[in-house]
T-cell receptor
Framework: GQNIDQPTEMTATEGAIVQINCTYQ??????LFWYQQHAGEAPTFLSY????GLEEKGRFSSFLSRSKGYSYLLLKELQMKDSASYLC?????????????FGKGTTLSVSS | DTAVSQTPKYLVTQMGNDKSIKCEQN?????MYWYKQDSKKFLKIMFS???????INETVPNRFSPKSPDKAHLNLHINSLELGDSAVYFC????????????????FGEGSRLTVL
């Protein structure tokens, strides 16, 4: 089976740093993705990890440990516009082909 | 020149009716998907087509029938709508598995919000 866990909600203040964790158990592994989804909008791609380590892209970084089945998304210098849901997703190597299996998302609220 | 476009964006209908949602992508991708996002925001795969061939059908009731006339289009027809079908349906596409560091990245349409009364 496939299971992806992430916290339901997190809160933080402007300018702070927040880390959103994701653990996964999947049938095979071929990449982990983070997506951002603002209320009423479509998910948009943030980051992709397939090898262990840290990928940095501006204020956002994503880390992967395949042996631990663990990833995190790090958001620095938080802004109000970062209030959104953050979705962890895994692509397996099985009959699911290229489909991404999503966690239930973490709703991040950034306050001033 | 929207990359993945779905119509309609909003759909309100009565239980028992039949409705369709259309999706088109102009990215030249080989694979298209339908995802359902429920009221708790959980995004769940329903179907996937690769070059017009069905490759994923995730325990979806057979009232839901996808159709892919060509690799740029994937439509979703729903028969005998039920209250539990109310959700946002997202179409998405992705390039093929061969090559590309970001292979598998999904590009989503804006979603179609279906409300069944």
């Amino acid at each position: 089976g496939q299971n992806i866990d992430q916290p339901t909600e997190m809160t933080a203040t402007e300018g702070a740093i927040v880390q959103i964790n994701c653990t996964y158990q999947t049938s095979g592994f071929n990449g982990l993705f983070w997506y951002q989804q603002h209320a009423g909008e479509a998910p948009t791609f943030l980051s992709y990890n397939v090898l262990d380590g840290l990928e940095e892209k501006g204020r956002f970084s994503s880390f992967l440990s395949r042996s631990k089945g663990y990833s995190y998304l790090l958001l620095k210098e938080l802004q109000m516009k970062d209030s959104a849901s953050y979705l962890c997703a895994v692509r397996g190597i099985n009959q699911a082909g290229t489909a991404l299996i999503f966690g239930k998302g973490t709703t991040l609220s950034v306050s001033s | 020149d929207t990359a993945v476009s779905q119509t309609p964006k909003y759909l309100v209908t009565q239980m028992g009716n039949d409705k369709s949602i259309k999706c088109e992508q102009n990215l030249g991708h080989d694979t298209m998907y339908w995802y359902k996002q429920d009221s708790k925001k959980f995004l769940k795969i329903m179907f996937s087509y690769n070059n017009k061939e069905l490759i994923i059908n995730e325990t979806v009731p057979n009232r839901f029938s996808p159709k892919s006339p060509d690799k740029a289009h994937l439509n979703l027809h729903i028969n005998s709508l039920e209250l539990g079908d109310s959700a946002v349906y997202f179409c998405a596409s992705s390039p093929g598995l061969a090559g590309g560091r970001r292979t598998g990245e999904l590009f989503f349409g804006e979603g179609s919000r279906l409300t069944v009364l």
